[in-house]
Structures are given as structure tokens and as C-alpha cells.
């Protein structure tokens, strides 16, 4: 998906909800776009000061959030990560690094895909349940840390 197209798609949804696609939430969306994974308020901080004030930043976070333009992470370390929800995004998996906490999109290949839905369906059957969407986080060491 391009920028342009992106950005008219979350104006649309925010327009549906009579909010503004505001100049601070344009940079909010395209620092989430061009991540290789979830970013926490404070990396997003970092990265957009002093164009998107800390107080700005999270009250645009709710309000992306509350749109279904962004999804959070609940980390186990507490931090909240956030990154674009999957119909902007495209589907994928997170690598997460059990040492330093960083959060790395996967895409797998189709034929892997395959296999994790098909073990999706597996479990859902066992608990009698009806999944409709999967997310995949592997835990581990990464490259940096191991």
C-alpha cells in the first residue's frame, strides 16, 4: 500500500468518526508504517520530538487506537507497543527478545502459513472454539542478545 493510499484510508475511518487526519497523527501513522515492528510511545517519542509533544502522542495513540488504525502489544515487561492494524499493515508475525525487549515483524511464507492456520483450526476445535484471525509471537534470544 502507498502513503497516499494509506493516509486516505485512515483519514476515511477517521472521518467516519468525525476526527481529523491531523498533521501529528500523520507522522505518528507514517513512523508506524516505515517500523520493522511494534514501537513503544517512548521509541515513537524519540523518533517524532519535537514535532509530536509526549502529551500529543499518547492522546493521538488512544484515539488511533480506539479507530482500529493501531493495534497495541501488552509486553511482559509492562510496555505497551504499538504498531499499524493488519489491514494496513498485512498480515505477519513478532520475533520478541526476551532480553532487551525488542519486537521484530516475520512475514511466513505461504506455505508455513498454511501450516500455523491449520494448527489454529486444531486447537480451536480441541476448545470448542471458532478462531477467526491468529497472531503468532515467538519469544526468544535476538541476534544482538544471544
Sequence with gaps: MTSQTRDREVESRLRARDVRYTSGRKRVVAALASAHGPRS?????????????LSSLY???AVLEDA????????????TRYE??????GHHHHLICVD???????????????EVRRLVDDIGMLAEFAPVNHALEIEGRCARCA
Design 41 to 53: 510511545a517512548a521509541e515513537l517519542n524519540a523518533e517524532l520530538l519535537p514535532d509530536v509533544p
Design 100 to 114: 532487551c525487549g525488542s519486537v521484530d515483524d516475520v512475514a511466513v511464507p505461504s506455505d508455513l502459513e498454511t
Design 68 to 79: 482500529g488504525i493501531v493495534s497495541p502489544h501488552f509486553g511482559a515487561r509492562g510496555v
Design 59 to 61: 492522546r493521538t495513540l
Design 84 to 89: 499499524l492494524a493488519e489491514w494496513l499493515r
